[in-house]
């Protein structure tokens, strides 16, 4: 039987996040949902859900805008530029779809899932392994 896995949400990286919101707000329509910064990781974020179903967490485009130069994602950001950063996945059960994917070949950035302040658990794939996408697997 397939595992359960749907869109959660993709990530786009940033420069300036204030002007990003007003963009996919104003330009396209999209209500944030919410803004906040992420002190561990050095960014700061913002979701925009792509439907107003708030209750059912709709996929969402995730902006991300670095707040440190010494992170992954700003050392990222000044290789690649802004743009598409990752894809994430949510999964029923993180342990069983980490297994999974290591069968066939996935590698990921941490050994284990990182926990955010929620209780969320989420894990990268490495794109060395995911023909070329960073892949973002989450269980909330």
Not at 3 to 17: R, S
Not at 74 to 86: P, R
Not at 105 to 132: L, N, Q
Request: include cysteine; charged fraction near 20%.
């Amino acid at each position: 039987m397939m595992p359960k896995v749907t869109l959660h949400h993709i990530a786009l990286m940033v420069a300036d996040l204030d002007a990003a919101i007003a963009f996919y707000r104003d330009a396209l329509g999209i209500a944030l949902e919410g803004a906040h910064d992420v002190d561990a990781e050095g960014v700061r974020v913002a979701f925009l859900p792509l439907h107003g179903d708030y209750a059912n967490r709709p996929p969402a485009i995730e902006l991300v805008q670095p707040t440190r130069l010494d992170t992954g994602v700003a050392k990222w950001m000044a290789t690649h530029g802004q743009g598409m950063h990752h894809i994430c996945v949510q999964v029923d059960d993180i342990d069983a779809a980490m297994k999974r994917a290591s069968e066939h070949g996935a590698t990921f950035t941490s050994a284990e899932p990182g926990r955010k302040s929620d209780g969320t658990r989420y894990v990268f794939i490495h794109p060395k392994t995911a023909f070329g996408a960073l892949i973002e697997l989450v269980q909330t």
